[in-house]
């Protein structure tokens, strides 16, 4: 079974600050991981993803995140926090090779920038 | 290209009383699902569709039904509302029936139910 815990219902930083938004995830497979974006009043849009190549993620808008399989882990990071990036963040887990009916979400981060 | 489009964007209901969400997408693609988000929550999967004729429940089925008759349509039924269905509709579509989670799923803007 999957599963995906967000730790922390609620991240407030500075701008220009770093932004760390953690994601640990359970898989008895080896998982395909996500971080979906929701803005106010829209739907989730893709930030980056994990397929068990590099594990390292580049996405879009300076988001990055690591896949440390030790830790059970798929933190987002970023260096520096643009006011921009106030959102909801979600952290999702897929058992690899499955199609994607099999996403488990996590219940989300709220992320406030101070300016 | 549109992406994926929801109809209505709001919308109230009494309790018994029955509706269609509506979904189309534009990218012609394969898979799409219907999902729901409570406040604090992530989202759930209602009822997913591989392609046009086929339709397969999610994680939370009940009082629900779809159909996929075409290709670009995923209407979501609400036969008999109940104040358990106030929630954020979200549908969403992703390219291929196999390839795994690694397709990327598209969301629409989602419609906001609320059941009085």
């Known amino acids: 079974a999957q599963s995906v815990t967000q730790l922390g219902s609620h991240v407030s930083v500075s701008e220009g600050a770093l932004v760390l938004l953690r994601c640990n995830y359970s898989?008895?497979?080896?998982?395909?991981l996500f971080w979906y974006v929701q803005y106010p009043n829209q739907g989730l849009q893709l930030l980056l993803k994990y397929t068990s190549a590099a594990t390292l993620v580049k996405g879009i808008n300076g988001f990055e995140a690591e896949f440390k399989k030790s830790e059970t882990s798929f933190h987002l990071t970023k260096p520096s926090a643009h006011m921009s990036d106030a959102a909801e963040y979600f952290c999702a887990v897929c058992p690899g090779y499955s199609s994607a009916s099999k996403i488990i979400f996590g219940s989300g981060t709220r992320l406030s920038i101070r300016p | 290209n549109a992406g994926v489009t929801q109809t209505p964007k709001f919308r109230i209901l009494k309790i018994g009383q029955s509706m269609t969400l509506q979904c189309t997408q534009d990218?012609?693609?394969?898979?799409m699902y219907w999902y729901r988000q409570d406040p604090g929550m992530g989202l759930k999967l209602i009822y997913y569709s591989v392609g046009a004729g086929i339709t397969d429940k999610g994680e939370v089925p009940n009082g629900y039904n779809v159909s996929r008759s075409t290709t670009e349509d995923f209407p979501l039924r609400l036969e008999l509302a109940a104040p358990s269905q106030t929630s954020v509709y979200f549908c969403a579509s992703s390219p291929r029936a196999s390839g795994g989670g690694t397709d990327t799923q598209y969301f629409g803007p989602g419609t906001r139910l609320t059941v009085l």
């Open positions: 990218m012609n693609h394969n898979y």
């Open positions: 898989s008895s497979v080896p998982p395909y």
